[in-house]
C-alpha cells in the first residue's frame, strides 16, 4: 500500500483521523486483528509497533471495543481528548492512562465519574474539590468520600450525602464529625451501622446507641459496654427479637393457607 500523512475528515465512530508512517493495507489488517482478538487485544496491541499504538485510526477502534485499552496507545494518544473521552465514557477508570492535563480536564473528569465513582482516585487534586464531582461519586458508593478533598471529609453536608448511600462512610469523615454528637445522631438515624465509625465516647453514649439499635440491630456490635444502660439495651434487643419471632410466625401461617 502507499504511505500517507494526511487529515481525513471522518473515521471510525465520527473521530477526525490524522494519518501516520503506517500503510492502508496494514491498517487493515491491524484493525481486523483487534476485532478478532476480543479480550487479547490489549496483549496485541501491547506488544505491537509503536507505529500501530500511534495510528489514530487503530486507537479509536481499540477504544471503543474497550476504554482500557487507551493504556496501550502512546503517549501522544493518551493525550488526545477525544479518544479519552470516548474511552472513560465506557470504562470511567482508564481515566489513570490519560495525561495529567486531561487528568485535570472537568469535562472528562465528569464523564469518567459517570461511568464508575472510583475513577474520583484518578482526577486531578484540584478536581477532588469539586462539589459535582464529588457528589456524583459518592451517590454511586460511599467509600470514594475517601478519595475526595479533605475539606469534604470535614464537611457534614457532604458526609451526610454518603452515609445515606451506606453509613460506614463515616468511617471517612474527619475526627471532628466523628466525635459531633448532633452530627453523629443524624448518621445513624440513616443507617446504625455508622456507630462503628463514632468516637468512643459516642459509642457508649446511651440515645446514640439506641437509635442506632433501631436502625440496624447489628449496631450492637460496635456499642461501647456501659452498665449503667445495658439491661435497657437488651431489653430493646429482646422487644426486637419478639417482632422477628413473631414476624416468622405470621409468614408461616399465611404460607400454609395459600
Given at each position: 500500500?502507499?504511505?500517507?500523512?494526511?487529515?481525513?475528515?471522518?473515521?471510525?465512530?465520527?473521530?477526525?483521523?490524522?494519518?501516520?508512517?503506517?500503510?492502508?493495507?496494514e491498517?487493515?489488517?491491524?484493525?481486523?486483528?483487534?476485532?478478532?482478538?476480543?479480550?487479547?487485544?490489549?496483549?496485541?496491541?501491547?506488544?505491537?509497533?509503536?507505529?500501530?499504538?500511534?495510528?489514530?485510526?487503530?486507537?479509536?477502534?481499540?477504544?471503543r471495543?474497550?476504554?482500557?485499552?487507551?493504556?496501550e496507545?502512546?503517549?501522544e494518544?493518551?493525550?488526545?481528548?477525544?479518544?479519552?473521552?470516548?474511552?472513560?465514557?465506557?470504562?470511567?477508570?482508564?481515566?489513570?492512562?490519560?495525561?495529567?492535563?486531561?487528568?485535570s480536564?472537568?469535562?472528562?473528569?465528569?464523564?469518567?465519574?459517570?461511568?464508575?465513582?472510583?475513577?474520583?482516585?484518578?482526577?486531578s487534586?484540584?478536581?477532588?474539590?469539586?462539589?459535582?464531582?464529588?457528589?456524583?461519586?459518592i451517590?454511586?458508593?460511599?467509600?470514594?468520600?475517601?478519595?475526595?478533598?479533605?475539606?469534604?471529609?470535614?464537611?457534614?453536608?457532604?458526609?451526610?450525602?454518603?452515609?445515606?448511600?451506606?453509613?460506614?462512610?463515616?468511617?471517612?469523615?474527619?475526627?471532628?464529625?466523628?466525635k459531633?454528637?448532633?452530627?453523629?445522631?443524624?448518621?445513624?438515624?440513616?443507617?446504625?451501622?455508622?456507630?462503628?465509625?463514632?468516637?468512643?465516647?459516642?459509642?457508649e453514649?446511651?440515645?446514640?446507641?439506641?437509635?442506632a439499635?433501631?436502625?440496624?440491630?447489628?449496631?450492637?456490635?460496635?456499642?461501647?459496654?456501659?452498665?449503667?444502660?445495658?439491661?435497657?439495651?437488651?431489653?430493646?434487643?429482646?422487644s426486637?427479637?419478639?417482632?422477628?419471632?413473631?414476624?416468622?410466625?405470621?409468614?408461616?401461617?399465611?404460607?400454609?393457607?395459600?
Amino acid at each position: 500500500g502507499t504511505q500517507a500523512r494526511s487529515v481525513v475528515p471522518l473515521g471510525v465512530g465520527g473521530f477526525a483521523m490524522v494519518a501516520t508512517e503506517f500503510s492502508a493495507v496494514e491498517r487493515q489488517e491491524w484493525l481486523a486483528k483487534l476485532e478478532a482478538a476480543g479480550y487479547n487485544a490489549a496483549r496485541l496491541l501491547g506488544g505491537a509497533p509503536d507505529a500501530v499504538r500511534a495510528d489514530r485510526f487503530v486507537a479509536a477502534a481499540a477504544v471503543r471495543l474497550h476504554g482500557e485499552w487507551l493504556r496501550e496507545l502512546s503517549v501522544e494518544l493518551r493525550d488526545d481528548r477525544e479518544l479519552v473521552l470516548e474511552a472513560v465514557s465506557q470504562y470511567g477508570r482508564a481515566l489513570r492512562f490519560a495525561s495529567e492535563a486531561l487528568r485535570s480536564d472537568r469535562q472528562v473528569a465528569l464523564a469518567a465519574v459517570a461511568s464508575t465513582g472510583q475513577a474520583l482516585r484518578y482526577v486531578s487534586e484540584a478536581l477532588r474539590a469539586d462539589q459535582e464531582l464529588v457528589l456524583a461519586a459518592i451517590r454511586q458508593d460511599a467509600s470514594h468520600l475517601q478519595h475526595a478533598a479533605p475539606s469534604f471529609r470535614g464537611d457534614s453536608a457532604t458526609v451526610l450525602a454518603a452515609a445515606t448511600v451506606d453509613g460506614r462512610a463515616l468511617e471517612h469523615a474527619s475526627e471532628e464529625l466523628r466525635k459531633d454528637r448532633e452530627f453523629v445522631l443524624s448518621v445513624v438515624k440513616v443507617g446504625g451501622r455508622s456507630l462503628e465509625f463514632a468516637s468512643e465516647a459516642l459509642r457508649e453514649d446511651r440515645e446514640v446507641v439506641l437509635e442506632a439499635l433501631d436502625q440496624e440491630g447489628v449496631a450492637l456490635r460496635f456499642a461501647a459496654e456501659t452498665r449503667s444502660w445495658s439491661c435497657e439495651l437488651w431489653g430493646r434487643m429482646a422487644s426486637l427479637c419478639d417482632l422477628l419471632r413473631y414476624h416468622s410466625e405470621l409468614t408461616l401461617k399465611l404460607s400454609t393457607l395459600l
